[in-house]
Nanobody, 115 residues
């Protein structure tokens, strides 16, 4: 089992920045990938960025150039730095860990971008 704790969401004006954090605990060996997804009401959850272990980070097109995913493997923590936020970035952001090919999800953190 893997437990995920997210932090860093909140309310920000358009053009502002937020940094999300996600700390993993439990059986954290053999993590295949860590990443972030987001979801707005009535829509499917979508990928923001994924960092496979030993591979390059993959970003959604809307995130390229604005969002940066980083990992601190020693702390089993993944971060999402979000710059140049737009109102359409408003969503619940979920941390995701793939461990032994099983998906684990955090409870989600709300990001609201005001105009």
């Amino acid at each position: 089992q893997v437990q995920l704790v997210e932090s860093g969401g909140g309310l920000v004006q358009a053009g502002g920045s937020l940094r999300l954090s996600c700390a993993a605990s439990g059986n954290i060996f053999s993590i295949n990938a860590m990443g972030w997804y987001r979801q707005v009401p009535g829509k499917q959850r979508e990928v923001v960025a994924i960092a496979p272990s030993g591979g390059s980070t993959i970003y959604a097109d809307y995130a390229k150039g604005r969002f940066t995913l980083s990992r601190d493997n020693a702390k089993s923590t993944v971060y999402l730095q979000m710059n140049g936020l737009k109102t359409e970035d408003t969503a619940v952001y979920y941390c995701n860990v793939v461990h032994s090919l099983i998906n684990y999800w955090g409870p989600g953190t709300q990001v609201t971008v005001s105009s």
